[in-house]
């Protein structure tokens, strides 16, 4: 909040440079998605950007080549390493990674597996799916797109 000075008119300039100051820093954040003021690509890129949690830049632009696997039925005891490790019998391993719950640091019991090629990644199907790791029995399936 601003201080006044007596001057009635030098606070209320005050407050409408910094409403006009947060409305350029919010972008479209604050607008439920509409942006005001851009291009309609502009505008979708903006909108995307500020909504998606994911790490990477924009994932629908990335194309699933089949390689990319989802296993479930992890041991909350398993480390990405050991998964790393039970995959790497079928083929060389790109990523192993361990879903974790965002405020435990606990497993929730699956993950995803990159393998280095497609026909790696159906080995592993072949051969890893109702396996037994760290005394669970796993599922490992392909990762299915989006908008299935």
Same mark, same amino acid.
């Given at each position: 909040?601003? &201080?006044? !000075?007596?001057? &009635?008119?030098?606070?209320?300039?005050?407050?409408? /440079? $910094?409403?006009?100051?947060?409305?350029?820093? &919010?972008?479209?954040?604050?607008?439920?998605?509409? @942006?005001?003021?851009?291009?309609?690509?502009?505008?979708?890129?903006?909108?995307? $950007?500020?909504?998606? $949690? %994911?790490?990477?830049? *924009?994932?629908?632009?990335?194309?699933?080549?089949? !390689?990319? =696997?989802?296993?479930?039925? =992890? %041991?909350?005891? =398993?480390? *990405?390493?050991?998964? #790393?490790?039970?995959?790497?019998? #079928?083929?060389? +391993?790109? *990523?192993?990674?361990?879903?974790? @719950?965002?405020?435990?640091?606990? %497993?929730?019991?699956?993950?995803?597996?990159?393998?280095?090629?497609?026909?790696?990644?159906?080995?592993?199907?072949?051969? =890893? /799916?109702? %396996? +037994?790791?760290?005394?669970?029995?796993?599922?490992? #399936?392909?990762?299915?797109?989006? @908008?299935?």
């Amino acid at each position: 909040r601003a &201080r006044s !000075n007596g001057k &009635r008119g030098a606070v209320s300039q005050v407050v409408t /440079d $910094r409403g006009r100051g947060e409305a350029e820093d &919010r972008d479209s954040r604050g607008f439920g998605g509409q @942006d005001r003021g851009r291009s309609g690509d502009e505008a979708k890129m903006s909108y995307s $950007r500020y909504r998606s $949690r %994911s790490r990477s830049v *924009d994932s629908s632009d990335v194309e699933n080549p089949g !390689n990319n =696997l989802f296993v479930t039925g =992890l %041991s909350s005891r =398993l480390t *990405d390493r050991d998964l #790393e490790k039970h995959f790497s019998t #079928e083929g060389e +391993v790109i *990523d192993a990674s361990i879903v974790l @719950d965002p405020w435990t640091r606990e %497993s929730r019991g699956f993950g995803f597996v990159t393998m280095a090629t497609l026909k790696e990644a159906e080995r592993c199907i072949k051969y =890893l /799916d109702r %396996s +037994v790791l760290e005394g669970r029995v796993i599922t490992v #399936e392909k990762v299915l797109p989006k @908008d299935c």
